[in-house]
């Protein structure tokens, strides 16, 4: 059920926005560490072994030389769209830093392992769904 809240209640829960610290740090394209991308272009690297290496025939190789080339071009064209971005000169965020000060996105602020969760769990699932697929060929 919902309730009528008067205007004047919201004005008094109005906080004035946090200004932002000031960092003498470069930005990234994607504002992540290129850790971060390449765990994830592990992943999905991981999950095509798998499958790979499961169901390999001599008749796909193919397919599986054409996933692999679909991957590797999912993933080099934001990377050579990324070196398109004229160089800041500033010194980057280390993992570290990465680590320690998390990122800010659209939704607010997010930790590193808030932000590596979200980030990952699709790959992650990708990656266990592979395994599955595995256990279910060895059992047959």
């Known amino acids: ?24 740090r470069g930005e990234r394209t994607f ?25 390999m025939g001599k008749d796909l190789i193919i397919p599986a030389a054409i996933v692999v080339i679909g991957i590797t071009s999912l993933f080099l064209t934001p990377g050579l769209w990324a070196r398109v971005n004229p160089d800041d000169g500033l010194r980057k965020q280390s993992w570290a830093e990465f680590m320690s000060e998390g990122v800010d996105c659209i939704t607010g602020h997010l930790t590193a ?6 980030i990952l769990v699709l790959p992650g699932l990708m990656l266990g769904l592979g395994f599955v697929f595995a256990v279910i060929k060895a059992t047959l």
């Open 113 to 118: 392992h808030q932000a590596l969760a979200q």
């Open 31 to 55: 504002d992540l560490h290129p850790a971060v991308h390449a765990m994830v272009i592990g992943t999905y690297f991981a999950f095509a072994g798998i499958l790979c290496l499961t169901f």
């Open 1 to 24: 059920m919902t309730v009528h809240q008067p205007f004047a209640q919201f004005q008094e829960d109005i906080r004035p926005a946090e200004a932002p610290l000031l960092r003498n």
